[in-house]
């Protein structure tokens, strides 16, 4: 079963397997979740962990639950930071320390995880991001109408300003004096909490960037959120990758992992994941925030199909241990260690309040 946390003022038309629904500001709701598991028939609970998606300071309200639940507990970490503030620092260390296993996606979250927040490396499980399980093949089987006889340069995921795709639309004009069919997709909605914010402006300064530069023609935005199905015709319709996050603290990158899955030639800035899973030739690693350097190495790439290709080869043997398959057993024997090693914790309430500091700018003991 599923519990899902909803966005404020905000109701979805879950499946059945979705059982209870947390409101994301309410932190009663999280005590309420913990009776529900408490009192169902489950072996173990898994947590999918994120600052963003739980109420209070650091996401803090996620820890009532935590304080409450009775079962094994995993979790699986999508950001852990090398330099956390006091409240993210106070709330990791308690999900860490109420955790019988956590599991990360990459190397630099693992050690961060001992150097920072004073994990035992014992407790941690080191697994790669899941991926669908995607034939080798040219992206021109996957090319419809729109797409037949263009190169293909792709971005897809949530649209915000820390993406960097500026850069991308900066970098056309010198890819374009060189090979004139090129187009830029950008594939994926604009982020919920983004959009919440500040509406669609960003994908509007993109836009507003190609038509100034003369290349609106050439690059496409495919504004939804998009089907699996569509997803792999977009992803295999590509000739070539484009991650051009803008910063370096980046823990992992599910778009990447699935571009790589896809065995596609690669571009990207060196932020933790993609430093990792591109080592050794599996991509190019490009400076953030340059878009001369994106232009060259595109142009390069795709002047030489010999490089291309062998790039392409590399990263997709890389990625086979990343198929679902594999990583799902590999799931299942974290949720074994974790119910066989699982002991009930002793401590009934938060060891510091995540809450506004007092007069004297100190946060306050429980």
Same mark, same amino acid.
């Given at each position: 079963?599923?519990?899902?946390?909803?966005?404020? #003022? +905000? &109701?979805? @038309?879950?499946?059945?397997?979705?059982?209870?629904?947390?409101?994301?500001?309410?932190?009663?709701?999280?005590?309420?979740?913990?009776?529900?598991?408490?009192?169902?028939?489950?072996?173990?609970?898994? $947590?999918?962990?994120?600052? /963003?998606?739980? =109420? =209070?300071?650091?996401?803090?309200?996620?820890?009532?639950? $935590?304080?409450?639940?009775?079962?094994?507990?995993?979790?699986?970490?999508?950001?852990?930071?090398?330099?956390?503030?006091?409240?993210?620092?106070? *709330?990791?260390?308690?999900?860490?320390?109420?955790?019988?296993?956590?599991?990360?996606? &990459?190397?630099?979250?693992?050690?961060?995880?001992?150097?920072?927040?004073?994990?035992?490396?014992?407790?941690?499980?080191?697994?790669?991001?899941?991926?669908?399980?995607?034939?080798?093949?040219?992206?021109?089987?996957?090319?419809?109408?729109?797409?037949?006889?263009?190169?293909?340069?792709?971005?897809?995921?949530?649209?915000?300003?820390?993406?960097?795709?500026?850069?991308?639309? #900066?970098?056309?004009?010198?890819?374009?004096?060189?090979?004139?069919?090129?187009?830029?997709?950008?594939?994926? %909605?604009?982020?919920?909490? *983004?959009?919440?914010?500040?509406?669609?402006?960003?994908?509007?300064?993109?836009?507003?960037?190609?038509?100034?530069?003369?290349?609106?023609?050439?690059?496409?935005? *495919?504004?939804?959120?998009?089907?699996?199905?569509?997803?792999?015709?977009?992803? @295999?319709?590509?000739?070539?990758?484009?991650?051009?996050?803008?910063?370096?603290?980046?823990?992992? +990158? /599910?778009?990447?992992?699935?571009?790589? =899955?896809? @065995?596609?030639?690669?571009?990207?800035?060196?932020?933790?994941?993609?430093?990792?899973?591109?080592?050794?030739?599996? =991509?190019?690693?490009?400076?953030?925030?340059?878009? %001369?350097?994106?232009?060259?190495? %595109?142009?390069?790439?795709?002047?030489?199909?010999? %490089?291309? #290709?062998?790039?392409?080869?590399?990263?997709?043997?890389?990625?086979?241990?990343?198929?679902?398959?594999?990583?799902?057993?590999?799931?299942? #024997?974290?949720?074994?260690?974790? /119910?066989? /090693?699982?002991?009930?914790?002793?401590?009934?309430?938060?060891?510091?309040?995540?809450?506004?500091?007092?007069? +004297?700018?100190?946060?306050?003991?429980?």
């Amino acid at each position: 079963m599923v519990l899902a946390v909803n966005d404020p #003022q +905000s &109701s979805y @038309g879950y499946p059945a397997r979705v059982q209870f629904e947390i409101t994301e500001n309410d932190i009663s709701s999280y005590k309420a979740a913990a009776d529900f598991l408490n009192s169902s028939n489950i072996d173990i609970v898994c $947590l999918e962990h994120e600052y /963003g998606i739980f =109420g =209070g300071k650091a996401g803090g309200h996620i820890l009532r639950l $935590l304080q409450h639940l009775k079962t094994p507990l995993v979790t699986t970490l999508h950001t852990v930071l090398r330099e956390p503030d006091i409240d993210q620092l106070i *709330v990791m260390q308690e999900i860490a320390a109420r955790s019988d296993r956590l599991i990360v996606m &990459s190397e630099h979250s693992s050690r961060f995880l001992q150097t920072v927040f004073g994990v035992p490396r014992e407790k941690v499980d080191l697994l790669p991001h899941g991926i669908p399980d995607m034939p080798f093949v040219d992206a021109a089987s996957h090319k419809d109408s729109s797409t037949e006889g263009k190169t293909v340069l792709l971005t897809f995921g949530l649209l915000s300003p820390n993406k960097g795709f500026e850069s991308v639309i #900066q970098a056309l004009p010198r890819i374009l004096s060189r090979h004139k069919n090129v187009v830029y997709v950008i594939a994926g %909605a604009t982020h919920p909490h *983004v959009r919440h914010r500040e509406g669609d402006r960003y994908r509007i300064e993109l836009q507003a960037l190609a038509e100034s530069l003369g290349i609106k023609e050439h690059v496409v935005f *495919v504004n939804r959120f998009v089907s699996p199905h569509e997803m792999a015709s977009l992803v @295999g319709s590509a000739d070539m990758y484009i991650t051009p996050y803008r910063y370096e603290a980046q823990a992992v +990158s /599910g778009t990447l992992a699935y571009a790589m =899955g896809a @065995g596609k030639a690669i571009i990207s800035t060196p932020y933790w994941y993609a430093t990792e899973v591109l080592a050794d030739g599996r =991509g190019a690693l490009v400076p953030f925030d340059d878009s %001369a350097a994106i232009a060259d190495t %595109a142009t390069e790439l795709l002047d030489n199909e010999n %490089a291309l #290709q062998s790039m392409r080869k590399r990263a997709y043997l890389y990625a086979r241990h990343m198929i679902w398959d594999h990583v799902a057993q590999s799931y299942m #024997q974290s949720f074994v260690r974790a /119910g066989a /090693g699982h002991r009930p914790h002793a401590r009934e309430a938060f060891p510091l309040t995540i809450a506004a500091p007092n007069a +004297s700018g100190r946060l306050m003991s429980a």
